[in-house]
């Protein structure tokens, strides 16, 4: 949480690539403070094509984070008055003098703010091909705040040029808002709409946060470069066909349990694989699961049916890709895959507890494609690039893996898996574009997979959007610091079984 340490560049491409937020704390967002993020800001958007976004982003994050450590101020000294900030009337009272009085005494104000632990904090992430940012600061925004900043958001909705405002601009208590006309004003050169700009408020935090478009030159060519890897999944072997025979007998409505248990049976290496699995610390078992027919009434025919997704899709890997990388890949997914099934046995989320386990084990399939890319893609790849003179941080971003989530996506679609796998696949790093129905069960898999970063020391709990934490009721640290304890130790004692 200090200030100014040493900016550790490896974390931050580390972050980019496992597709987590960077965040950044401080108390008084000092000039020392603001240059040291400054870099940390034209690292980031070097590193993925996006300079042309620097002013804009130090623009919006400076006058963000002002606006939070103006807000912490006013607690503290609304706190010296004696006036509650939430009653509307002390409200006024406490702001007549608020700016010139605090102006005066703002070392003596900034440390109280440290004392009482009242934070800024800067998130930054990649989203559906935007950069956001992100503010919090830890005090709730009142209905004055709230009200304020929905009217500049309306005004710069409805205008084209800053001159057309000023003249509605008469309060100068708290800057009238004017930078978040101007901010937003700006955006619209680069096309983004008022919508890029929200404001929310949790059980304990008030998030601010802005997201500014990649230019459409860099969305077009990640499109064509991954169109390019997608032609690589042609190449994939297809999914074993004694599996999708009874995938689809299991889908018969003519079929029987007794039927589908017999058949799964007779395939000795499907019937260790399943049972291996369903005996595993992963789902808990009372006793040892024996036979098939067993398993099929503990965990019914659709568990099942996921199960022999897992199977086939490890199957298809075994044979391809870099072995160490491969290993350390399906380790991540092993133990994604148990955190998701325990996540929504322990949370009582029985609509998608199904589900969990599978979506969980294939959620970076895409990783997996990457890792085994034949040469001749390769060399396809180099020369689009050659050709067109693509920076190579682009084609890095592109075999490293960024584009993970698309790719997996495609591959269940050519294998005609269900479409909460493709969709957990496809949104677990982005839950606010997946379809409705799907939301649980994905939001499911992305807290498992940060949970499993966050068990490694990989992210801290800042970095996990809101969003996610909210779907599941998670306001506070402790929580999640049970959760992963639980998880960990139980995936452990599995490994050592």
């Known amino acids: ?27 008084t967002f000092s000039h020392a403070v603001q240059s040291h993020i400054e870099k940390i800001v034209n690292y980031f958007l070097e590193h993925i094509e996006q300079a042309h976004l620097k002013d804009y982003a130090m623009y919006c994050l400076n006058e963000l984070a002002v606006n939070a450590k103006k807000a912490n101020t006013k607690r503290v000294y609304f706190k ?48 559906s091909n935007n950069f956001e940012i992100e503010i919090r600061n830890n005090c709730i925004m009142t209905r004055e705040e709230h009200l304020r900043i929905n009217e500049k958001i309306t005004m710069a909705a409805t205008v084209n040029d800053f001159s057309e405002v000023m003249s509605d601009v008469v309060d100068e208590t708290e800057g009238a808002g004017l930078g978040i006309i101007i901010m937003l004003l700006m955006l619209k050169q680069i096309g983004a709409s008022h919508k890029c700009f929200s404001v929310e408020v949790s059980k304990t935090e008030t998030i601010s946060k802005i997201s500014l478009p990649f230019s459409a030159d860099y969305n077009a060519t990640i499109k064509d470069l991954s169109d390019t890897i997608v032609k690589q999944i042609n190449e994939i072997p297809q999914f074993p066909e004694k599996i999708l025979q009874l995938q689809k007998m299991i889908n018969d409505t ?30 808990g078992l009372k006793q040892k699961c024996n036979n098939i ?11 099942i049916s996921n199960l022999l997704y897992s199977i086939g899709t490890v199957n298809v890997f075994a044979e391809i890709g870099n072995e160490d990388e491969q290993n350390s890949l399906w380790e991540h997914a092993y133990k994604c895959a148990y955190f998701s099934y325990n996540l929504a046995r322990v949370l009582r989320l029985h609509s998608v507890i199904d589900d969990a386990y599978v979506c969980g084990l294939l959620h970076d399939i895409g990783k997996l494609v990457f890792s085994g890319l034949y040469p001749n893609t390769l060399q396809i790849l180099y020369k689009i690039q050659k050709k067109r003179n693509i920076p190579q941080n682009i084609i890095n971003a592109i075999t490293s893996g960024i584009q993970h989530a698309e790719i997996g996506a495609r591959l269940t679609e050519k294998w005609s898996f269900p479409s909460q796998i493709t969709q957990a696949i496809l949104y677990h790093h982005n839950i606010d574009d997946v379809d409705e129905q799907y939301l649980h069960i994905t939001a499911t898999v992305s807290l498992a997979n940060y949970l499993v970063h966050y068990s490694e020391g990989l992210l801290d709990f800042d970095q996990i959007p809101i969003k996610v934490l909210k779907i599941f009721n998670i306001d506070n640290e402790d929580v999640l610091k049970k959760l992963s304890s639980t998880f960990t130790k139980g995936f452990e004692n599995e490994r050592n079984r």
């Open 1 to 27: 949480m200090a200030d100014l340490k040493k900016i550790d560049f490896k974390k931050i491409d580390d972050a980019i690539q496992l597709g987590m937020p960077i965040t950044i704390t401080t108390y």
């Open 80 to 127: 010296e008055l004696g006036l509650d900030i939430q009653n509307t009337i002390q409200y006024r009272i406490g702001m007549d003098k608020f700016k010139k009085e605090t102006l005066e005494r703002i070392d003596f104000f900034l440390n109280m703010q440290e004392k009482e632990g009242l934070y800024i904090k800067i998130v930054l992430s990649i989203r």
């Open 254 to 283: 003519d079929s029987t349990i007794s039927d589908i248990a017999r058949t799964i049976s007779a395939d000795v290496g499907i019937t260790a694989d399943l049972l291996k699995l369903v005996n595993s610390a992963a789902f």
């Open 293 to 303: 027919a067993e398993a099929v009434k503990l965990i019914g025919i659709r568990g």
